[in-house]
Each structure stands twice: as C-alpha cells, then as structure tokens.
C-alpha cells in the first residue's frame, strides 16, 4: 500500500510536468472506486491550470485557481505520465490529459483509491482537517508525541498509524521506524518517557527520508503493469523467518488486531 514516502516520491517525480499545465480533458473511465468519482469533473476542470502540487499525509492535492483536485491511491493505486493517445488499460481508471501531449493516469487493480473535488479549502476538507502534524515538518516534536501519548494503551505501532496523531504513517513505515527505534511493535504508547518520544520522533524522520530519497530514482514516465515503487531495504516488514540484517537474528511476526507486524526480537527488547 502506497504510504507517505511512496505519494511524497510521486509528487516529486511528477510535479514538473504537472504545475504550470493546462488541463485539455478529463476521461473517467471507472466511476466506481473506493467513492464514487464526480461525475462533473470535466465541466470543473477542462481549461484549468495547475497551480500547485502538494501532499497532506497520504492524499495529493492538485490546486487549480477554482478548485482542487485529491488524490487518493488505495492499496495498489499508482499514477503514470504517458502520451497523450496511449490505450488504456483495464485497470486504468482516471485521465487528466494535459495540453503538453502528456496524461496523467491513475491505474487501481483494487480500486481502492479515491478522487474528489473541492472548491473550497482543500486543508480544510473533511478528509484532510483531522489528520495530525507531517512528520517531516517542525510540527512534530517528540514533546508532541508524549503529550498525544499521555493515558494511551493502544499498542505503540497502532498509535503510529493513526493519522490524526502523526500524518502518512502505515503498517510498513511504522514497523521500521520501530525496528530503528528498539521499540516492540505491542508496547503500550502511554509508557513510553519523554526521552523515549524524542528518540521515537527521530526515528520517524530518518525512516521516512531515507525512504523518499532512495525513491527519488524513479521515473513516472515509464509505463509498467505493476509498480514498484522502488528498491528500498526493508529491515523488517514482511521478513518473517529471515536473518536480522543487524543482529542475524530470525525476524518474527505478530498481530495487531487485523494487522501483521514485524520485528527483531533482540535489537527491540
């Protein structure tokens, strides 16, 4: 599932050709995705230009001078630059074809992704208001983390992966940035020291630059059936029986509610 370095790695790799564009056409191909596509996206948006291109947590807003689009992709959704006439396939779902010759195209086998529009505010949209501070930003401290943690008895990585306490984070970043820390995935979020949350917002951090800046390699250009985000050296997450890349220890997996989860059970003790 695309989590924040993966939408952060799209903004980046797509930004260039996006910002400054003019929208010539629209093509909904499947309406029916996670929500159901507006239907009038067409009228809203042919003639349009792009003025920016942002992310908050996991969505993708892109602004235009009369309103923005967000962007949502799901468990296996990913977007693609491709000539404008390029055959679609049968999961490409979503055209937003550029007066450049180029479209950017949203692919979900799953459909599980989401599109929606807003005249207003974006940040200020119901999906976007309640999610907490973007971890790569000054918003989040560790002092920030130890309040919001304060009477908490939710297992720590569950604490991690909702986005009204910190913005993006998923099962796969939380598990690594876990891993990183020497924190058990269970660990109840309200024990954890004020000197525990500042070495826990550290972690965040580094885990999610080193993923964006090891994503930066790829090119949105290139058509592929499956994307794979890119090569990234995961030290847990879904590595149950293999060696520790640390310790050589056998990583183990548990559950959390209906969520897997990974770890070392001697680099976090």
Do not use: W
Request: glycine residues 10%; proline residues 6%.
């Amino acid at each position: 599932m695309p989590e924040l370095p993966e939408v952060e790695v799209t903004r980046l790799g797509i930004a260039a050709q996006l910002v400054g564009a003019r929208i010539a056409a629209v093509a909904i191909r499947s309406a029916k995705l996670r929500t159901m596509v507006p239907q009038e996206l067409p009228r809203l948006l042919v003639g349009q230009s792009i003025l920016s291109l942002t992310r908050r947590g996991k969505y993708l807003i892109i602004t235009c001078r009369q309103g923005s689009l967000l962007l949502h992709l799901g468990m296996t959704g990913h977007l693609r630059l491709v000539p404008a006439g390029a055959g679609a396939g049968v999961h490409d779902h979503f055209d937003l074809e550029l007066e450049s010759s180029l479209i950017l195209r949203l692919n979900d086998v799953r459909r599980f992704g989401s599109i929606h529009f807003t005249s207003g505010d974006p940040l200020k949209h119901k999906l976007l208001q309640g999610i907490g501070p973007e971890p790569l930003t000054d918003e989040l401290t560790g002092p920030y983390l130890y309040r919001k943690s304060r009477g908490k008895k939710a297992p720590l990585q569950r604490f991690l992966m909702d986005s009204s306490v910190v913005a993006g984070l998923g099962n796969i970043y939380a598990a690594e940035t876990l891993f990183r820390c020497g924190m058990l995935p269970p660990t109840p979020a309200g024990s954890l020291s004020e000197a525990d949350c500042d070495r826990l917002c550290d972690c965040i951090k580094k885990t999610l630059a080193a993923s964006i800046e090891a994503g930066r390699v790829m090119d949105f250009s290139v058509r592929e059936e499956k994307l794979v985000y890119f090569p990234q050296q995961l030290f847990v997450y879904g590595r149950e029986g293999l060696a520790c890349r640390q310790c050589g220890s056998a990583i183990e997996r548990g559950r959390l509610g209906n969520r897997s989860t990974f770890y070392c059970p001697r680099c976090q003790s």
